[in-house]
């Protein structure tokens, strides 16, 4: 079983910035790829960005939060980020991250899909005010 738990969300005001932090529980973290994914009320979970496992320096962000949002990872301390700058109201969403190992060769490349990850966080709520 791999553990996942996302922090950092937060109320914040438009243009403002958060970092959330995913932290793994899995003993080889470096050969998971991470995605972040955001949910609201009403709608199906949208993939916002992708980190490819360590063996490759692949990243992804969806068009919406491109040149705004940064993916990173931490791999000594089991921990993904994804760095929020410009926030904006309709980024208000629960914050997802989901693992899996390894993943196939061409992930990261385009909007993450659920079903390409086996393990998921609990979430964090982003609430951006205006």
């Known amino acids: 079983e791999v553990n996942l738990v996302e922090s950092g969300g937060d109320l914040v005001q438009a243009g403002g910035s958060l970092r959330l932090s995913c932290a793994a529980s899995?003993?080889?973290?470096?050969?998971?790829?991470i995605g972040w994914f955001r949910q609201v009320p009403g709608k199906e979970r949208e993939g916002v960005s992708c980190i490819f496992h360590s063996a490759s320096i692949t990243t992804y962000y969806a068009d919406s939060v491109k040149g705004r949002f940064t993916i990173s990872r931490d791999n000594a301390e089991n921990t993904v980020y994804l760095q929020m700058d410009s926030l904006k109201p309709e980024d208000t969403a629960v914050y997802y991250c989901?693992?899996?190992?390894?993943?196939?060769?061409?992930?990261?490349?385009?909007?993450?899909?659920?079903?390409?990850?086996?393990?998921w966080g609990q979430g964090t709520q982003v609430t951006v005010f205006s």
């Open positions: 989901a693992a899996v190992r390894f993943g196939q060769e061409d992930m990261c490349t385009a909007y993450p899909k659920e079903y390409e990850f086996d393990y």
């Open positions: 899995a003993i080889t973290f470096a050969d998971y790829a």
